[in-house]
């Protein structure tokens, strides 16, 4: 294939990327989520008490049952999220009941430290290429032939 | 009678073991070779008690001999045959019979395979390496971990397993192939301690253990998909992977072993990372250690957890001086171990191997930090934390599309360096292929944007290792599909695959919960249930609660309820209806109406099944890898300098296709 077929075909595939993922994006659904939606999303981040560390749609034990019961009732009376929480929280005091680690505090490290520890990785492997980079002189030394020659002979 | 036999054994193997451990020990302190290469004869014994001492369990598990705490506590007699084998591994005591068993034949193995020069010291260092360990684990029989203890007034029945053990076949496969990976890294470890103890830091042992490793890794991959398989076909609530502790520990050696088997390639042809394999490996190998003591100490809330016990404090004993004795080699070799090599271009092969390691690293960190930071902020100032699926998933998810992305580049990238103009034209039909992916996904109904760059770029994954694949078969017929390189692509594309069932699984849930009475029928995403008729009857003991349900008119499927009477659990047997595009899953909730309805959960995701078959696929391309592809690779002068002159090594071939 010519470059400029080639370059041409990229081009194509490039819009294609776009227009496809446009499409899919357009269809989402973009309508506020629906009250079951909301309880859904809920369940899938709240822990069940007695079981382990699994999440209360996990989990078929009746403690599981009846947070899911809670969340559906309070859902329906028109709680918000953080409500609804607070609510499962107080039912079950003592316990981390949210799934989700909290973003602020010592908590927070959770959260910052994985981004910490790959942006140095990143940045220690770009130093790497950079100091590779700037190996001038990397022709085979005359201590590099003889060695090479024995080990010809050797075998 | 088999009781003591067994403890018999168990003596026989701890005392053979560190007594093989002693003689090597001398042998390599005094120069002696005739005790260093007597290690072969050690394996034999060592097997010969490990044997001993597993046969001994089977028999009295399948005698229904209930004197002996372990099968009354594990076993009962309507057990059926296949889960009194399996309960070898449904508890601690057992599980750590297998692992010495395992781990035996593992040694026997590399003595056999190595039965030639055994006298070398590196190979001295490994076996040393290998009967301490092994010593270890007899010794946890010995007394903390005690399989074979009696009571003197057997019960007429035991207890039985757990009940999530005992009814899917896959708990008989599961745990050995998770463990035939586990212990399989013990090898690696042993070769990476003797090349570190004997200063020959070569390539030489690395080109030695690569079978081994890759071997381990396919046993641990197929061992984690058939785990995720098992608890997705028995735990009832759809899903497979819940990030749960003990998950997360399996997972943890596969990335670190997965960055190993890419990094080490970089190794072999540019003599560079040396410290950074060493350290891959012996991570790996700490990690197995560590995901066994989380398993078995109770430290983490999980669902497999066993029983809490004194072989959490031994264990993490062992990992502690596998970890510090390994630290002291590396610093003692660090001389030796610094290399003077250079990569000339991050767009070359080796240098997405070193974004790959990044890759895994980092992901390997998340999944770490998640599972100890409760266990931390707990320590340090008292606090409740959990960390769930949500924080997992948010900070993998772009590591994952990341990681697709580079396994989509790097094997059409060369060694040294790639012109742009070269990587644009192998990385057309790629492409290609990824836009065909993502085109039938949107039609299927993909709209969130980190979901649709999943499936581009897995179906670019999906292009690359098969334009990969279709040039070794051009140059070399069906041979060309084995060997290291196709059976490394053959992964590829079954980690592609694997990859687009997890998306589309866990992007795209339909659920529905109803109570059916007989003719009522539920619908649910296209596919319509209907409940024909519902049978309570009694099974060993226990009552069961069958309900038929037909899948859109042809498919009939009985999910149960059985409740437990000794563990006073009721456990619904899910059934799946698997489907090529969706898979429907019924569970039943809840019969306690006395009448003949029931309350049916049901759920439909899209391409659940493609997650198994992308890692049956994955451990075809192992097998496929550990294949010999007939051609000789032509080992590196200085590196083979190192081996010895009467041992030619063979490879299973370099990484072709694209080397320009």
Known sequence: MSPTARNRAWMGVLLAVVVVMGVGLARADSSPPTLSERAQALKETTLCPVCDGQTVVESNVPAAASIRALIDERVAAGDTDAQVREVVENTFPGQALSAIPPGDGFGGLVWVLPIVALAVGAAALVLAFRRWSSVADRRATEADRVLVAEARASR | ?660
């Open chain 2, 1 to 660: 009678m088999a009781a003591s036999l067994g403890s018999l054994f168990v003596v026989f193997g701890f005392v053979s073991a560190a007594l093989a451990a002693i003689s090597i020990s001398i042998g390599l302190a005094t120069d002696r070779s005739e005790l260093v290469s007597m290690s072969g004869k050690w394996s034999i014994w060592t097997l010969l008690a490990a044997t001993g001492a597993t046969v001994a369990m089977e028999y009295a598990l399948l005698a229904d001999d209930f004197s002996m705490n372990y099968v009354a506590r594990n076993s009962t007699r309507s057990l059926p045959l296949l889960y009194k084998i399996a309960a070898l591994w449904a508890s601690l005591e057992g599980s750590i019979i297998l692992w010495t068993f395992v781990l035996c034949g593992y040694i026997a193995a590399v003595a056999w395979w190595f039965s030639k020069r055994l006298d070398d010291r590196l190979l001295g260092f490994a076996m040393l390496t290998l009967f301490v360990v092994a010593a270890f684990f007899f010794g946890l029989m010995l007394d903390v971990a005690s399989p074979f203890g009696t009571q003197a007034n057997p019960p007429l029945d035991g207890l039985g397993p757990n009940p999530l053990l005992q009814n899917h076949p896959l708990m008989a496969i599961h745990p050995v192939m998770l463990y035939l990976g586990y212990v399989g890294f013990t090898v690696p470890f042993a070769f990476a301690i003797g090349a570190l103890a004997t200063g020959r830091l070569g390539e030489g042992w690395l080109i030695e253990t690569r079978v081994w490793t890759v071997a381990a890794w396919g046993f641990l991959t197929l061992g984690i998909v058939l785990g995720a398989w098992w608890s997705y076909e028995v735990l009832g609530w759809g899903g497979y992977w819940a990030w749960d502790p003990v998950e997360n520990v399996s997972l943890l050696p596969w990335l670190t072993s997965t960055a190993f088997i890419h990094s080490v390639v970089v190794q072999e042809r540019r003599g560079m990372l040396r410290v950074w394999n060493l350290s891959l490996i012996v991570s790996t190998f700490a990690l197995t250690i560590l995901g066994t003591f989380v398993t078995r100490s109770g430290v983490l809330e999980s669902v497999h957890e066993f029983s809490e016990s004194e072989v959490g404090p031994m264990l993490l004993g062992l990992f502690g001086v596998v970890v510090g004795v390994s630290i002291a080699l590396i610093f003692w070799r660090v001389d030796i171990l610094r290399s003077t090599g250079a990569i000339d271009s991050p767009v070359s092969r080796e240098g997405s191997f070193l974004g790959n390691n990044l890759l895994f690293a980092g992901f390997a960190f998340v999944v770490m930090l998640g599972t100890m930071f409760p266990l931390l902020v707990e320590a340090l100032n008292g606090d409740q934390l959990s960390v769930g699926s949500p924080y997992f998933d948010r900070l993998t998810a772009p590591i994952g599309l990341a990681l697709l992305f580079l396994m989509a580049i790097s094997p059409l990238l060369s060694w040294r360096s790639t012109t742009p103009d070269v990587l644009s034209e192998r990385a057309l039909m790629p492409a290609v292929t990824g836009v065909v992916v993502l085109v039938v996904s949107v039609a299927a109904g993909a709209d969130s944007i980190a979901e649709m760059f999943a499936y581009f770029l897995a179906g670019m994954v999906l292009g690359s290792a098969g334009q990969q694949l279709l040039a070794a078969v051009r140059r070399r017929g069906m041979a060309g599909l084995t060997g290291r390189a196709s059976g490394g692509m053959v992964a590829h594309i079954g980690l592609a695959v694997l990859a687009l069932g997890f998306v589309a699984s866990q992007s795209h849930t339909s659920e529905v919960e109803a109570s059916l009475s007989p003719g009522e029928s539920a619908s649910v995403a296209g596919h319509k249930i209907e409940l024909i008729d519902r049978i309570d009857r009694i099974d060993g003991g226990n009552p069961v609660t069958e309900v038929s349900l037909v899948v859109d008119g042809d498919e009939i499927h009985r999910p149960a309820l059985t409740t437990y009477i000794n563990y006073a659990m009721a456990v619904g047997t899910p059934s799946v209806a698997t489907g090529w595009s969706d898979d429907v899953y019924l569970v039943v909730l809840d019969v306690s109406d006395s009448g003949d309805s029931a309350l049916i959960r049901v759920i439909v995701r899209p391409l659940i099944g493609w997650i198994w078959a992308g890692g049956l696929i994955m451990a075809l391309g192992t097998a496929l890898a550990l294949t010999p592809s007939g051609r000789r690779s032509k080992p590196d002068p200085i590196a083979s300098s190192e081996n010895r002159p009467d041992k030619s090594v063979t490879t299973g071939g370099e990484f072709t296709g694209a080397s320009a």
